[in-house]
């Protein structure tokens, strides 16, 4: 740190600082302060910030090998990363497997209750207004994240659990919910940003159902440090872990723009109101590709994408498209 | 003798009564398959067929294919005939869509159709009411607003551009329309297909005349 260039652009984060290098890169501090109820407990755990940095570093390596592409660019020391310089979404995204707690408080179900299936929400994140839950169209309204990106971000993120998912039960946990933040480079594209460690996720023993993560120190469990200790041995001992490389559906909806006539909407019309069905003003027929993508690890495969949509997919004279991310 | 490259994608299936025609008039003509190279060609021909199953839209396949760089780079004149001109849209060479036609039926019919006063090698035709027939499901021209470069026009037997002349809803009956320098024309009637008296016309013979004595500086 002492040879950085621009340590004044420095921030100051609840548990981590991010000091600006470059346009390209930043240097992330895990510190070893720890915090709970926005703010309302605060403490320092000696060595925190650096177990922190490992379990992050491990979860990022596997995502990248996974094809889910992430900020983290090297290990400088054992408490510090340098990683790509982004602007980091305004909303936390969080996926839940098993309701605990804001979930459980919000919508009084027991924790501990396994969902149907894995659930994402998001959370504005504002200070003043203690990150509270936000709907998503209210984050599209706002212009605080456009649609198709808000949609990539939670397809990311559930793509993220399928393999925290998997990973974690290998070791002998199970994976309750976490955190994941997103940032955009310069040219819009998305990565996979902030920390992803104890801090940031629940993890139980599979079969005692302890708690190993921040609920330790939000409920006073006990030693803190210990439980993330524990997450570590477990994936450790797991050795090397291969994560399935992760696909992404791409849905691109096509509907024929209003000012152009549309000859098969017409007559699908009249078919309509022959059948008896009153109230009908206009039918239009668009179509719909689904495109598996297997490998989206270098986030330009989005331009692309928008590029073949512009290009081939579309004649954007007579059409326009929606992509979404499944 | 100059040589034209009857151009054939997969689906393409006009190409060889084209390939007949243009040697009736004395040229080198021959097939020309999608992915072959164009360098020793004079002149373009896009025959008429469904290329990729026209799956998409009619020409979208073919008109983001390499061979449309390599002619759009090339200079030489280009006469694009019902999918040759839906793929010349398709690559952005000639402005506007071919819609699905508002009848939602194939046609397939004879047409006349009057050459208007324009820039291209058709210009020479000015006036002339020709009859020629169509065959196509996506034919219905459309654009945002009035193109310039139109050449052609469905009309009465009299040149009448009428709205009862109009086999399939286009815009202002547009019939066929050229590329903003005019080298390259396309439209949705078969000039190949009548060329023979056996055939029932041989008006198309002045589209193909104009077209090769462009070809022939």
Redesign the interface.
Known sequence: MNDSPSTKNTYEGKAKTVEVLSDEKVRIIFTDRISAGDGAKLDTIPGKGKMNLTLSNRLMEVLEEAGIPTHLLERESETTIIARNLRILPVEVVVRNIAAGSFSRRYGVKEGEELAQPFVEFFVKDDKLHDPLIDRDVVVQMGLVPRDKLELVQARALQVNRVFTDYFSRGGMVLVDFKLEFGEDKEGHIWLADEISADSMRVWDAQTMEKLDKDRFRKDLGDVLAGYKVIMDRLDGIGGYSPEKQRMEVVVTIEPKH??????G??TKRTLLNSGMGGIKDVRLGKTVNITVEDSSDPKWLDKLNQICK???T?P??ETYTLGFR | MSTIGVIRFPGTNNEWETVRALQSFGVEAKVVEHNQQIDDLDGIWLAGGFSYGDVLRAGAIAGASRIMKDISRSGRPVLGACNGFQILTEADLIEGALLPNTTTRFVCKWIYMTITENDSYLNELQGSTLRIPIAHFEGNFWSESTPENIVAKYSTRDGDAAPRANPNGSMDNIAGLSSNDGRMVGMMPHPERSCFKHQGSTDGRKIIQAFLKEVHG
Do not use: D, K
């Open positions: 000012s152009v006539t549309n000859p098969g017409e007559v290009e081939i997919l004649n004279m007579v």
